[in-house]
């Protein structure tokens, strides 16, 4: 990994770290966190990047399949301390960034001119295009319930990406190091693919691996008889087991670390392995987990207005949508929020004067989700069938409440409702028989 120390001039030192995109050719896509843009000319790199997480990627054309990025962390500095400069060269042979070649005569050239004239080359990073289309500017409405803190342009990014930390990003990508690289063809581990693809895509790619691979039982293989059978229904107990654990491998976080890097990597970097674990981690994890709300309360808020803030950014920033990418996995995210509101408000309400401030942060957290997703006609009052065989992971058929949905018409007029019998026959019907 290649990167420069910025001059001791205060005009370079002050603003923050730089992004040099070398022998980046003309009519390319770049995107910086909430911005990105076709640049016709060749495009040199950011500069004054603040503190924080950041994602920086480019693609050969808008539309194109493969997209390459780097993650950076830039801490806070004072005045006094000079910012760092990344360098990562375009590789148009395999149409991906990577260090540059330290033997090349471009690599000379570029080390004998001078850092400051290529530095007034660089964009700032609160660059925004001319094109509304691509300056994913977002706009408070009138009668908008959610908080500020989720609308702003100031807080957006900071809130899609608070619990992503360089450990995370190390365990998750497997580079230890401190920039890290992403791709459009990276695979997640746990993933279902085909012999096909995993031949297509065995060479050149990474392996994402997290906390709670989509492959991954979700209970603790030394739980038994109930306790074993709560967990199948509710995996609260294995979350806290695997995030809280006495050997401090994982943080409890990492959930919502995990949930913001597969949203941003999937989406900005069209990667679907990404989604479908973003999917599997609100569809089978956090919105199943209805005990973590009352044990776990302020984790609980955070992981749902992390979700808030993506479905926000997805609707006001991004030109695609992640509700239409994968309609199936949508309908059963549908049924999931669902079900979730009906326990999380039994439990809520269970507490009665014992509710702490916390727990009822969480009520209103997921009130403001709710309200927002009415307007894409998503109603999460519904009734649904509570009881029924259920067959865990290992096969075991156990009868329990259901924590989802058999089908998506289980409720409302479609609810499957119990009818009085007779001779076989449902009474009360007409017949035609003489």
């Known amino acids: 990994m290649e990167d420069l120390n910025l001059s001791p001039n205060p005009a370079l030192s002050s603003g923050g770290d730089a992004f040099i995109l070398d022998d980046l050719p003309a009519n390319f896509t770049i995107g910086c966190d909430t911005t990105s843009f076709n640049s016709t000319q060749p495009f040199a790199g950011f500069r004054d990047i603040p503190p924080g997480v950041h994602l920086i990627w480019v693609a050969p054309s808008e539309s194109t399949s493969s997209r390459s990025g780097y993650w950076i962390c830039t801490p806070d500095r004072d005045d006094t301390q000079p910012g760092r400069v990344y360098v990562k060269q375009w590789d148009k042979f395999n149409e991906v960034l990577r260090d540059r070649d330290p033997t090349s005569r471009a690599n000379e050239q570029f080390q004998t001119q001078s850092l400051q004239q290529i530095f007034a080359q660089l964009s700032p990073y609160h660059l925004r295009a001319a094109s509304t ?81 989509m492959d991954a039982r979700l209970i603790n293989p030394e739980a038994r008889g109930a306790e074993r059978t709560r967990q199948a229904l509710d995996p609260t107990g294995w979350i806290i087991d ?43 994890l956090i919105f199943r987990s209805y005990n973590l709300a009352v044990d776990r309360p302020r984790q609980v ?108 018409d289980e409720r409302g007029e479609f609810a499957p409702t119990v009818v009085e019998m007779e001779n076989g026959r449902e009474t009360g019907l007409l017949s035609w028989d003489t």
């Open 133 to 213: 289309e691509s300056s994913h500017k977002l706009a408070l409405t009138q009668g908008d319930d959610n908080p500020p803190d989720l609308l702003g342009d100031q807080n957006i990014w900071y809130q899609l990406t608070f619990a992503i930390r360089p450990d995370l990003l190390n365990r998750v990508t497997g580079q230890a190091q401190d920039i890290w690289h992403v791709t459009t063809s990276d695979s997640v581990a746990g993933e279902t693919i085909l012999a096909e693809e995993a031949q297509l895509y065995a060479s050149g790619t990474s392996h994402l691996r997290f906390i709670f691979p």
């Open 242 to 284: 695997k995030l809280e654990s006495s050997s401090g491998e994982n943080n409890p976080e990492d959930l919502i670390g995990e949930l913001q890097f597969a949203f941003l990597v999937g989406m900005h970097l069209g990667n679907f392995s990404c989604l479908e674990q973003w999917f599997f981690l609100a569809t089978k």
């Open 301 to 408: 808020r955070n992981l749902i207005q992390t979700f808030h803030a993506q479905l926000l950014y997805n609707d006001r920033y991004l030109q695609g949508d992640v509700l239409e990418l994968m309609p199936e996995h949508a309908r059963k995210l549908r049924l999931a929020l669902t079900t979730y509101k009906t326990h999380l408000d039994e439990k809520l309400l269970a507490l009665g004067g014992l509710c702490t401030p916390d727990q009822q942060a969480v009520g209103m957290a997921f009130s403001s989700l709710e309200s927002w997703l009415r307007q894409l006609g998503w109603d999460l009052s519904g009734e649904y069938v509570r009881s029924g065989n259920v067959m865990l992971e290992d096969g075991e058929m156990v009868q329990a409440e259901l924590s989802d949905f058999e089908d998506e």
